[in-house]
T-cell receptor, first 118, second 116 residues
Framework: GAVVSQHPSWVICKSGTSVKIECRSL??????MFWYRQFPKQSLMLMAT?????????EQGVEKDKFLINHASLTLSTLTVTSAHPEDSSFYIC??????????????FGPGTRLLVL | AQKITQTQPGMFVQEKEAVTLDCTYD???????LFWYKQPSSGEMIFLIY??????QNATEGRYSLNFQKARKSANLVISASQLGDSAMYFC?????????????FGAGTTVTVRA
């Protein structure tokens, strides 16, 4: 099956610093990637949809200047949390859909990145 | 408005028994898809099963089956012969439309704990 990786899997940073999370599709080309945020015991909340070569589409309430998304190639999207604060601590998950994917094909999820801001 | 509703925050099931996880959805689209995912404590999202709105038969994948009742807008997941490794959080999700790069709407999730 299709594999999506995320790096890093764990990151601890100081308040005020920026953190970059990478999402890669390892064995397929992803025209669209998604970024989710998940708090403990809660559901996945879609933050933004990222299309290769174009600006990301952010969901309502998500600060685009706070969460910078770059989809530079068909296999890589990055999420940068700028000037992170403790309330940004969360589990961030990316997913990807293959180019030419079928309607019934699932999004392929990365393993997630746990961010802790001190 | 909530697109996906999962009303069971948590469930306990005895090993080897079957368990049904409820999911109702709301959409005005004629074409949509319903997914179930498993999320163990490690956090990875594991795809379990898919049901398309035009599929006439209920989807099955091994021990997982989806009880699709279109008129009631429900897509319940049935896990047969529960195993200890089935303990996890389970999410129902919906894709609306047929577009590529579709968004998924997730339910709140149900935590399943399998007892030995």
């Amino acid at each position: 099956g299709a594999v999506v990786s995320q790096h890093p899997s764990w990151v601890i940073c100081k308040s005020g610093t920026s953190v970059k999370i990478e999402c890669r599709s390892l064995d397929f080309q992803a025209t669209t990637m998604f970024w989710y945020r998940q708090f403990p015991k809660q559901s996945l909340m879609l933050m933004a949809t990222s299309n290769e070569g174009s600006k990301a589409t952010y969901e309502q309430g998500v600060e685009k200047d706070k969460f910078l998304i770059n989809h530079a190639s068909l296999t890589l999207s990055t999420l940068t949390v700028t000037s992170a604060h403790p309330e940004d601590s969360s589990f961030y998950i990316c997913s990807a859909t293959p180019a030419g994917g079928l309607a019934g094909e699932t999004q392929y999820f990365g393993p997630g990145t746990r961010l802790l801001v001190l | 408005a909530q697109k996906i509703t999962q009303t069971q925050p948590g469930m306990f099931v005895q090993e080897k028994e079957a368990v049904t996880l409820d999911c109702t959805y709301d959409t005005s689209d004629q074409s949509y898809g319903l997914f179930w995912y498993k999320q163990p404590s490690s956090g990875e999202m594991i795809f379990l099963i898919y049901q398309g709105s035009y599929d006439e038969q209920n989807a099955t994948e091994g021990r997982y089956s989806l009880n699709f009742q279109k008129a009631r807008k429900s897509a319940n997941l049935v896990i047969s012969a529960s195993q200890l490794g089935d303990s996890a959080m389970y999410f129902c999700a919906m894709r609306e439309g047929l577009g590529r790069g579709y968004k998924l709407s997730f339910g709140a999730g149900t935590t399943v704990t399998v007892r030995a």
